[in-house]
């Protein structure tokens, strides 16, 4: 058991590795992303301790340029190794993403991505395939996870995973939500708060459903809401924090819905204009 692959942990689900061959996968995807990440170190470090192990010509005239200003192009080094940090997390972050992309690409030419309800059996090529496609989504998402900043949070880890089967749109905010990397559309300027739920996927005893959901242009989903497969939340409608929306739920544009199992709640609004 393991959680979701998306950009927050969310509630434990039977999400696992389907094969030993996508666990080999996952360590090839691990390795290939650190790559850049070593190359950029190797500079880093070069620079910072006048080392260069493997002598190479080019970065020794490199060298030469920092010693010859030397102490100041020392201490100018030293003085970048915070950033030196924040560039080796996001190079592999960002290497990551498009390293797992690439395995993807194959995957997903194997068996592509499709809605529906199927057996829980990894003899189903549809259930064993959405685990793959998962499982090779989590060591990028895991690493989005550690990130100070949101710059690749947003629309571009969902936009680059999902396949073709997602969008987000501009000024989205989704930083603090946790949303499935598949079958998920999120149009421009909806809101998703802290913590809630939005998973195109839902599991039964014996089955799998996987079902888009849908989030209209300006929607609001509050703060710990969950809004399962299936749902369509028409432009300008807003889920109340806590609320649960039942599976396939179509919610009417400009609606307001709270609650387990979420219902219309009255509103009246001509008391926005008064405000």
Known sequence: MSAPTGLKMGPMTNCIVPSKWHALLMLLEMWFSIIPAIALEYVYLGLA??????????FQQVLGVVMAIEPWGRVVVWLLFPFNLLAVHYLNAFSAIKVAKFFLFFET????????IFPRDFKDPDYYHWHARRA????PCWLLQLTPFTAMKGRYVYNQLGLGTVKVGKAAGTIDSWIDTEFVEIQDGAAIGRAAAITSHYFTPTHLIVKKVAIGKGCIVGERARVPSGVSLGDRSTILAKA????????????IFGGNPATRVPWDPSIEKKA
């Open 49 to 58: 301790l006048d080392w260069n192990p493997i002598g190479l010509p080019a």
């Open 244 to 255: 649960v929306v039942r599976l396939d739920e179509p919610v009417p544009p400009g609606a």
């Open 109 to 116: 030419h194997r068996h592509k991505p499709r809605e529906g």
């Open 136 to 139: 090779l989504k989590k060591f």
